[in-house]
């Protein structure tokens, strides 16, 4: 029993290696083979070559517009703007609202703004904008020039885009609905597509609102994923016997971009792939052409013993060569091209294109390209190894 | 693939082979009175018929009792058409008869497996054909080595030896298309001798070459039978006939002169048509 079982295991180890030094002669075989009709050779590692190209290139593409994407939008992902529900007749938020908002969040700073609009001018120049009523807007805003104060009781804070309409600056003096107000800070530009957007606005002290209550609540998060939880929280709790109030997420609009981005990925990759099997196509009719060719030779290494899994090795060899010499050359060229753009095109963040994650297709490529040979040249080989040595030496 | 169906392959071939040995030695302690390894090779009352299309079936062999004794070198002659080709293809294993029995250094070879089929072809038969049948990528002492390409052990050396023996030791490293003919031949002879078989077949072997390059060819055949080899070479060469121990007729199927005169394979078929040609 013992002894069978040991028989058994140096058979399956002969066998193992016996399998891998068939690959060796065969391999030898094969690539002299290419090497006799070099122009169709070249042709096929051509076709090969493009179609890993394509699907590299275009994985890549679209990886970088994804990766550029999660890097522009990503920090805005971590606000979550609440609204009173008007549909529920909720009109404003008040302290007690803003009280259980940040009750349920927890960590992430709640911001409740006033809101209203005016008329904002200096010397000459006027435009319309929106006024918040902000007590702590250090905890939702960065400044740009002036200092944002911890409790803003005096002076406006502007926007970029209307500091910019208005050229005021940190120490200048506009008129706000007609009162003369000092400017303390400009914010940094912020380009969020928030419905609180704070270029375009003015932020004033609680003070110069007379309201009943909030307009809106700014929840600020260190990640998107923080605001996505603040925001379900708010929903289990302050909405959960009315919907009092209504919530602007980012995080999900960010969840969403970044599915449409994976969506263009595969769409791209399945471009690329088109490529790819036009280019297994060739591999198919060269081998084909070739093991016809070649019927008699393959014929004699069967009739003279050679047996038919080591003749099918020979003609997968081939195919598998093909497949991995044209995969190699379209990585390298997918290097070069993605190389050649970033230096050409400064808009191209190098590090977005140095992703790791672009490495992965590259990989996904080349394997491709192997595999793509391999399986064309399956049928080819086959039918040719499988052939009656005494058919195939017939004249 | 193809290695699992080598790991499952091999094995059954050895245990298959071992049966089919078996099965050969009872019958030669059996009732026989002549040993029938004494033939390298011998086809007893083998029929081949080819069924073409709707029609009749054409018959390639009729009947054939034909046996060559190992050192012996037959010469089959007959028109175009006679089932020459078709008698070098089913004692070579590369065509299975429709009836009859096969024997091959004194093995019943009937019924293989193409598996079976193929190893027996690489350790005891060697084919040279007409048109050389060289593979033009590989050079002199690789086209000798490829029927051991794929086994363990490198067969160069003794691949290089057998084309020095043939003259050939200064051409080791050429391709075929910087040989002659006869050179070719040559090549192709020694690669029919790699594994050291039992029967060389032959076909047409001086067909491509001028007289005295055939001359030399058959002078190398006459070598190798000395060695023990059964030589059965098909031809329309008068100088092939001349060089044989023994010319076998065939004509439309119909073997004449197909076992040796000196004796009958074991359960044969009555003689009477041995010697006719000698």
């Known amino acids: ?335 070069l091209l993605v190389v050649g753009l970033v230096l050409a095109t400064p808009a191209v963040d190098a590090a977005l294109v140095l992703d790791p994650t672009n490495g992965y297709y590259l990989l996904l490529a080349l394997v491709f390209g192997v595999g793509v040979g391999i399986v064309s040249g399956a049928y080819p080989a086959w039918k040719a190894a499988s052939e009656r040595p005494v058919e195939a030496l017939r004249n | 693939m193809s290695g699992d169906a080598g790991l499952g392959a091999e094995p059954a071939d050895d245990a298959a082979a071992a049966a089919v040995a078996d099965e050969a030695g009872a019958d030669a302690s059996g009732g026989n009175t002549a040993p029938s390894d004494d033939y390298g090779v011998a086809l007893r009352g083998v029929d081949k018929r080819y069924t073409s299309g709707g029609g009749e079936p054409v018959v390639a062999l009729d009947d054939v009792d034909f046996a060559v004794r190992p050192g012996e070198f037959v010469a089959v002659v007959g028109p175009s058409g006679s089932g020459k080709s078709t008698l070098l293809n089913v004692l070579g294993l590369l065509d299975d008869p429709t009836a009859g029995r096969r024997l091959l250094d004194g093995t019943d070879v009937t019924n293989l497996s193409v598996a079976e089929r193929t190893r027996a072809r690489k350790e005891s038969i060697g084919f040279v054909f007409q048109d050389f049948h060289l593979l033009p990528t590989l050079t002199a002492v690789e086209n000798v080595a490829m029927p051991t390409a794929f086994d363990p052990g490198d067969a160069s050396d003794r691949a290089a030896d057998l084309l020095a023996r043939f003259g050939l030791g200064d051409r080791l490293d050429h391709e075929p298309s910087e040989l002659s003919g006869g050179q070719k031949q040559r090549v192709a002879i020694a690669r029919a001798l790699i594994n050291e078989p039992a029967v060389l077949l032959a076909d047409e072997p001086t067909g491509n070459l001028d007289t005295e390059t055939g001359e030399a060819i058959l002078a190398e055949f006459e070598r190798v039978k000395a060695e023990g080899v059964a030589v059965v070479a098909v031809t329309h060469d008068p100088l092939v006939e001349e060089y044989a121990d023994r010319v076998v007729d065939l004509t439309d199927g119909e073997m004449t002169g197909g076992l040796p005169a000196d004796g009958l394979p074991a359960d044969g078929p009555p003689g009477g048509e041995t010697g006719d040609d000698r």
Not at chain 1, 276 to 300: D, F, H, W, Y
């Open chain 1, 1 to 335: 029993m013992s002894d069978g079982d040991g028989r058994a295991a140096s058979g399956l180890t002969d066998g193992l290696s016996g399998w891998l030094r068939g690959w060796r002669p065969a391999v030898s075989m094969a690539s002299r083979n290419l090497r006799r009709n070099r122009v169709r050779t070249v042709l096929a590692v051509l076709g090969v070559c493009i179609g890993v190209l394509a699907v590299a290139a275009l994985g890549i593409f679209g990886n970088v517009l994804a990766l550029g994407a999660d890097d522009a939008i990503g920090d805005i992902g971590t606000q979550v703007v609440v609204s009173p529900n008007n549909d529920a007749g909720v009109e404003s938020l008040s302290d007690a609202d803003v009280a259980s908002i940040r009750r349920a969040v927890g960590e992430p700073a709640v911001v409740p703004l006033y809101s209203d609009s005016a008329t904002v001018a200096r010397q000459g120049d006027q435009t319309f904008a929106t006024v918040y009523g902000v007590e702590e807007p250090a905890l939702a805003y960065e400044a740009a020039e002036g200092r944002l104060p911890e409790r803003h009781r005096q002076g406006a804070i502007l926007g970029a885009g209307i500091a910019e309409d208005l050229e005021a600056g940190a120490g200048d003096t506009v008129e706000i609905a007609g009162s003369q107000v000092r400017v303390i800070a400009v914010l940094v530009e912020s380009q969020t597509f928030s419905p609180v957007a704070p270029d375009d606005a003015v932020f004033l002290p609680e003070s110069a609102f007379s309201a009943d209550g909030y307009a809106q609540a700014l929840v600020v998060s260190d990640s998107g994923a923080e605001a996505r939880a603040a925001a379900d929280a708010i929903r289990e709790s302050v909405n959960a016997r009315q919907d009092r109030v209504e919530l602007f997420e980012l995080a999900a609009l960010v969840d969403e971009i970044n599915e449409f981005f994976d969506l263009l990925s595969t769409f791209l990759l399945g471009l690329g792939a088109i490529s790819l099997v036009v280019a297994g196509v060739s591999i198919l009719n060269v081998m084909l052409m070739s093991t016809v060719e070649r019927r008699q030779e393959i014929g004699v290494m069967r009739a003279v013993g050679v047996a038919r899994r080591d003749v099918l090795r020979v003609l997968l060899a081939e195919a598998g060569l093909i497949g991995a010499a044209g995969a190699a050359a379209g990585t390298l060229l997918t290097v």
